[in-house]
């Protein structure tokens, strides 16, 4: 079983940038494809980007292309998320999840549900 811990939340502006990280605890995350999903108050939880056991294979969702780019760092177990250009739509709790399956096994990488292990998740506010 893998932990999950999510940091690097806050305030930011917009046209700003934050740096979120995932750190993982129990087993190494190079085993685990990892995504970044977001959820505004009254808003289901969505897809925002995910990373394959290998960093090449990575995948996001439109509203952030061009602006967001995920990472992951396994000598340090740790997966980041950097968001540039920020917008006020981007206000959001933010988690990270992991699942076993690579990127290429479905669809599933898009979905809250296609992921066994979650943090608990960071806030993050772009005040405009």
């Known amino acids: 079983q893998v932990q999950l811990v999510e940091s690097g939340g806050g305030l930011g502006q917009a046209g700003g940038s934050l740096r979120l990280s995932c750190a993982a605890s129990g087993r190494t995350l190079s085993s685990y494809s990892i995504g970044w999903f977001r959820q505004a108050p009254g808003k289901e939880r969505e897809y925002v980007a995910a990373v394959s056991w290998r960093s090449s294979d990575t995948r996001y969702a439109d509203s952030v292309k061009g602006r967001f780019t995920i990472s992951r760092d396994n000598a340090k177990n740790t997966v980041f998320l950097q968001m540039n250009m920020l917008k006020p739509e981007d206000t959001a709790v933010y988690y990270c999840?992991?699942?076993?399956?690579?990127?290429?096994?479905?669809?599933?990488?898009?979905?809250?549900?296609?992921?066994?292990?979650w943090g608990q998740g960071t806030q993050v506010t772009v005040s405009s």
């Open positions: 999840a992991a699942d076993p399956r690579s990127l290429n096994s479905g669809s599933y990488y898009l979905s809250p549900h296609g992921y066994d292990y």
